[in-house]
């Protein structure tokens, strides 16, 4: 079946650092993917998404590019700040299903 | 354009009791998934309804039931609850077979079990 697997966290980063969150991804098809990113207290947001091969997803200064030859959508931003601090969640929804698949959270902390 | 809400936002009940949750999907939207979200935790699938019916199930036992309407909003009901049932639930609804489109989530439901 379906599976997305993201780095364990937490990620502690200063103000300005570079991020990266690591999400790869087994699927049956050619599944689109997603980041969705969680605020203390909230539902689910979605951050960026990519439907195809090579599309590259963006928003808020946040990137993804899917790879296919890799399985894998890594979250990266130049430069983070504080109120990026949330948790993180790797999804895909494969077109032989429309039950979605997520992957457990990467929790991230950036301190000023 | 009318986003997903959840009702209530808090909960407390007692082992045993029974419980229903309220969601009301985003307009233009015919499907709705529940997950329940442990603390620290990522969102693991209850089940989704399209057209009423039941459209997949994850792994949870069948004290979990739920019902879609006709205007696509939907409930979950959980019987003879359990302290392992304190968790936040979450509704999101999508537009089915559109396999590229989000899910978009409610705020949830905070459900304490004393």
């Known amino acids: 079946g379906d599976s997305v697997t993201q780095m364990e966290g937490p990620v502690t980063l200063s103000e300005e650092a570079f991020l990266t969150i690591n999400c790869t991804y087994t699927?049956?098809?050619?599944?689109?993917l997603f980041w969705y990113v969680q605020y203390p207290g909230e539902g689910l947001q979605l951050l960026l998404k990519?439907?195809?091969?090579?599309d590259k997803g963006s928003n808020k200064g946040f990137e993804a590019t899917y790879r296919k030859e890799t399985t894998s959508f890594h979250l990266e931003k130049g430069s983070v700040q504080v109120s990026d601090s949330a948790v993180y969640f790797c999804a895909l929804s494969d077109r032989g299903s429309y039950i979605p698949t997520f992957g457990r959270g990467t929790s991230l902390i950036v301190h000023p | 354009e009318t986003g997903v809400t959840q009702s209530p936002t808090h909960l407390i009940k007692t082992r045993g009791q029974q419980v229903t949750l309220r969601c009301s999907s985003q307009s233009g939207h015919n499907t709705v998934s529940w997950y329940q979200q442990a603390l620290g935790q990522g969102p693991q699938f209850i089940f989704q309804?399209?057209?009423?019916?039941?459209?997949g199930r994850g792994n949870f036992p069948p004290r979990f039931s739920g019902l879609q309407f006709p205007n696509y909003s939907s409930e979950l009901n959980v019987n003879a609850l359990e302290l392992d049932d304190s968790a936040l639930y979450l509704c999101?609804?999508?537009?089915?077979?559109?396999?590229?489109?989000?899910?978009?989530f409610g705020d949830g439901t905070r459900l304490s079990i004393l």
């Open positions: 699927a049956t098809g050619y599944p689109s």
């Open positions: 309804y399209y057209r009423e019916e039941e459209n």
């Open positions: 990519a439907t195809k091969a090579d």
């Open positions: 999101a609804s999508s537009l089915r077979g559109d396999s590229n489109q989000p899910q978009h």
